[in-house]
């Protein structure tokens, strides 16, 4: 189990205009851009409220959104509607949206057992034949990105919030990073389908985000054959997730 701690936010308001090149991203990888007007939208844990705003905001009447999350930290709150959650249960029906967004969120959640709740509520909420964007930060990636302290997720757990404090960062690791085999174990015990897009999603990054990093710009020309062996170490792991036309709740 994760260590009992009041969580604390970790969403990212200090870059707006980096939340709409992101939700582009998303829009491309789930292939949104010409979805048929008046589709349901949810974004989990929605944080600065910038890719939901962008989804209720870019063309106005495509997309109903909604968004939730445990702390409202949002700097953009128009076109879309919000509410308070505690916990990973979602105050909505079953079936009730066409797309579900989870991105950065299910490393906050807790432990195993509340990261599969929090899948399968995705699922739950899903209509059938709707589809999911599941980024998942990988416990592989050498700079962890909410406390900026190189290596801390890839320690045994009990070791990690003294690293953190010993790194002058934090007093505790409230966050827990999957693999890319647990993460695809749990989308699996979930019952979701699934695709891994990391591929994909490089060269959207650099196309839409433009990065500075020559070697990202190097890597994302390299052909698929060469860098799939790559994925299990990608530092964040990205799925495009979706529920069957035939699939029980």
């Not at 045994?156 to 960062?169: D, E, F, N, T, V």
Request: aromatic share 8%; with cysteine.
């Amino acid at each position: 189990m994760l260590e009992t701690m009041e969580r604390k936010p970790h969403a990212d308001i200090s870059n707006m205009p980096l939340r709409t090149l992101k939700a582009r991203k998303i829009e491309l990888l789930l292939g949104l851009d010409h979805s048929p007007a008046g589709g349901s939208l949810l974004e989990v844990g929605t944080g600065s409220g910038g890719i939901a705003h962008y989804f209720a905001c870019q063309v106005p009447g495509q997309w109903r959104v909604s968004a939730v999350d445990v702390i409202d930290n949002r700097q953009l709150t128009e076109g879309y509607e919000f509410r308070l959650i505690d916990g990973c249960a979602l105050p909505y029906a079953d079936r009730s949206f066409d797309v579900v967004i989870s991105n950065h969120v299910i490393e906050h959640v807790g432990d195993e057992a509340s990261q599969l709740i929090h899948l399968r509520e995705l699922k739950r909420v899903l209509k059938p034949g709707g589809q999911g964007y599941l980024a998942v930060p990988n416990r592989w990636m050498v700079m962890e990105p909410h406390f900026r302290v190189p290596l801390l997720s890839w320690l045994p757990r009990s070791w990690r919030s003294p690293y953190l404090r010993l790194a002058g960062k934090g007093e505790h690791y409230d966050c827990e990073p999957l693999t890319m085999g647990r993460a695809e174990r749990l989308i699996e015990a979930a019952g979701l389908h699934y695709a891994n897009v990391g591929l994909a999603a490089l060269r959207a990054t650099v196309s839409i985000e433009r990065p500075a990093g020559p070697v990202i710009r190097w890597l994302a020309g390299m052909p698929d054959g060469l860098l799939k062996p790559g994925l299990p170490i990608m530092p964040t792991l990205i799925y495009r997730v979706w529920r069957g036309e035939g699939d029980a709740i």
